[in-house]
């Protein structure tokens, strides 16, 4: 599996991972981090730093993603082959292509497509710079598109995403929309997240949150995180009001009732099926709370699926503005709304 080079320097052996990547065509070919070049930062999250890189045989250019890891071999192999699944389903239009993984020097390198930009990045330039709203076309089609991506990922590869966000779904100028970590990112932070309080993860459904509830995870709790998603991103802030502790979290989540999306916000209006949608995700109670082969039903879902929407024209405009104004390379690094 990971075959391990030794290198001669001095009298130290280095130990060089090498990895399985899968370029253009199908190909795969062994690589190790000699054989990318980095082209810096373009992001960084609470568990590591995602930079744009070049394979250089072939110019592809990549967003990898290092978490500190420390899984063992053992557990490296399970990852790898986690990957491969992932890997070997390119049919999804909605998700994040994965190129590869490598291990080195403690570190996990996940390569994956490079996309332009991040909601997260995205809903904040629009709202606190330009003072506009995203129009509720385009939140339509992140609903279609993440709701579909979520979907495909339960069903083709078994796997329950855990940590739907603003920043996991990505957006580039050619009108895409794809979620990523999910599978291998995901179970590595997912790993670390465990010795870590829920106040690192506001979108975090109520019964995840409550110490009471034990059960398995479900993936209508990815649905609620779908449904604070989908709400922020419409009226462009956290849902919330501020926490100023895990126990004020805690206490809102568990306890307070669920946010729900009213037709009209700040004079804006909402369709009814944009507010049902959102509502929808963001039933409190966990058994009553769709699962998706209900949400992908649902009158929203449906009208978008073949509405045309010029997306490609919108997110230019905004990301040509994100980046003439130094935005595109702006790294978000706070956990609390
Ligand atoms: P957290 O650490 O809480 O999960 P996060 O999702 O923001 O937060 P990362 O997943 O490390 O953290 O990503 C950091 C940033 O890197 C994201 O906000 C996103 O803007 C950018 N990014 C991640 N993956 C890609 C990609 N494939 N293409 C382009 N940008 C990406
Ligand atoms: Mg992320």
Known sequence: MFCRNYREKGSDQLVISTGKLRIENNEEVDFTSEDLLDEGEIGRGAYGT????????TGLAMAVKRIRSTVDEKQQKQLKMDLDVVMNSSNCPYIVQFYGVLFKEGDCWICMELMDSSFDKFYRFVYERLKERIPEVVLGKIALATVKAL?????HLEIIHRDVKPS?????????????????????VDSIAKTRDAGCRPYMAPERIDPLTGSGYDVRSDVWSLGMTLYELAIGRFPYPKWNSVFEQLTQVVNGPAPQLQNNYNGVEYTHEFVNFVNTCLIKEEQSRPKYSQLIEHPLIKSYEGKE????????NILNQMEAQGYATYTMNDQWP
Do not use: P, W
Not at 50 to 57: F, S
Not at 151 to 155: A, P, V, W
């Open 50 to 57: 995602v930079n744009k890189m070049t394979y250089k045989k």
């Open 151 to 155: 979907h495909y990922l339960k069903e």
């Open 168 to 188: 996991n779904i990505l957006l580039d100028r050619r009108g895409a929309i794809k979620l990523c970590d999910f599978g291998i990112s995901g179970q590595l």
């Open 309 to 316: 929407v010029d997306i490609s024209r919108y997110f230019t």
